[in-house]
């Protein structure tokens, strides 16, 4: 074999090596991505029920309740065009409310969206990139609006 064949050989052979290292990292980082569906995405598109996913949006007004086990909760979360019922057991963060931008991660099973984690928006002006992104998407949240949709700020915090 000449010196110009075994450089070749070399160049192949990093070069497959390289492309097996980077087919190992992505296949390992499959299971840790998880991927963000706006309430009229995750009705558009099928999901795999054992796939960890978030959904965001604002939570309606009066669809908040109770479940049968203490920490249970149910509410729906919604773009302005779809809504998803969102089932989350567990304490929920002290700015949860109706009318607010929130992102729960979990899995989607039987219709119903399976929490295991809530997160809400930490001040009165700011809403999760991907909610916003959803809800402007959908013609229902502009630049310069409260997250309420009213156009004005609420007062104080909670």
């Known amino acids: 074999m000449t010196r110009k064949n075994q450089r070749i050989a070399m160049i192949v052979g990093g070069l497959a090596f390289l492309g097996v290292a980077a087919g190992l990292v992505l296949t390992a980082f499959e299971d840790s991505v998880v991927f963000f569906f706006s ?3 995750l009705q558009a ?7 960890r996913i978030r959904v965001g949006g604002l939570v309606e007004t009066g669809s908040v309740e109770r479940g049968p086990a203490d920490a249970e909760i149910r509410f729906k979360v919604t773009d302005g065009n779809t809504s998803v019922t969102i089932r989350y057991v567990g304490i929920l963060p002290d700015l949860f409310r ?4 929130i992102v729960a ?15 809400a928006k930490h001040d009165e002006t700011y809403m999760p990139k991907e909610v916003a992104d959803a809800l402007k998407k959908q013609g229902h949240w502009k630049d310069g609006e409260a997250p309420y949709g009213d156009g004005a700020k609420s007062g104080g915090g909670s």
Do not use: I, N
């Not at 598109?45 to 796939?51: A, I, L, M, S």
């Not at 109706?98 to 931008?101: A, D, F, K, V």
């Open 105 to 119: 991660q979990g899995r989607l099973q039987d219709a119903m969206f399976q929490a295991d984690e809530v997160l």
């Open 98 to 101: 109706e009318g607010q931008g």
């Open 45 to 51: 598109k099928p999901v795999d029920p054992e796939r």
């Open 39 to 41: 309430p009229t995405d």
